[in-house]
């Protein structure tokens, strides 16, 4: 069974930066995708950043060149590498695992709320 723990979060002011860590235990070999997720006070969850097994990344629109997901096979961690935070990014972030041949699958399988989730760390970003 597949436990995520996430840390890194806290409270910053805009324009500061942040890195999230989440160490993946035990770390996936193949066939998966590893994601940042951010959730809101009374909004829904929505997808951040995500990687898959071949190293490909993506993220959400609106965050690119803000936001960088890696990950570190090494130390079994994926980091997502906050800077120029907003006020908007203040939410509680989760990482999530999943797992199938088809990377559109696997990103599926997160957006449905499938999958290895960990419990999240809260990021605060003031005025």
């Known amino acids: 069974q597949v436990q995520l723990v996430e840390s890194g979060g806290g409270s910053v002011q805009a324009g500061g930066s942040l890195r999230l860590s989440c160490v993946v235990s035990?770390?996936?070999?193949?066939?998966?995708?590893l994601a940042w997720f951010r959730q809101a006070p009374g909004k829904e969850r929505e997808g951040v950043a995500g990687?898959?097994?071949?190293?490909?990344?993506i993220y959400r629109d609106s965050l690119k060149g803000r936001f960088t997901i890696s990950e570190d096979k090494l130390r079994n961690t994926l980091y997502l590498e906050m800077n120029s935070l907003e006020p908007d990014d203040t939410a509680k972030y989760y990482c999530?695992?999943?797992?199938?041949?088809?990377?559109?699958?696997?990103?599926?399988?997160?957006?449905?709320?499938?999958?290895?989730w960990g419990q999240g760390t809260q990021v605060t970003v003031g005025p």
């Open positions: 999530a695992a999943s797992w199938a041949i088809n990377p559109a699958r696997c990103r599926q399988t997160l957006k449905e709320k499938r999958g290895a």
């Open positions: 035990p770390y996936p070999s193949r066939n998966y995708c």
């Open positions: 990687i898959n097994a071949n190293g490909i990344t």
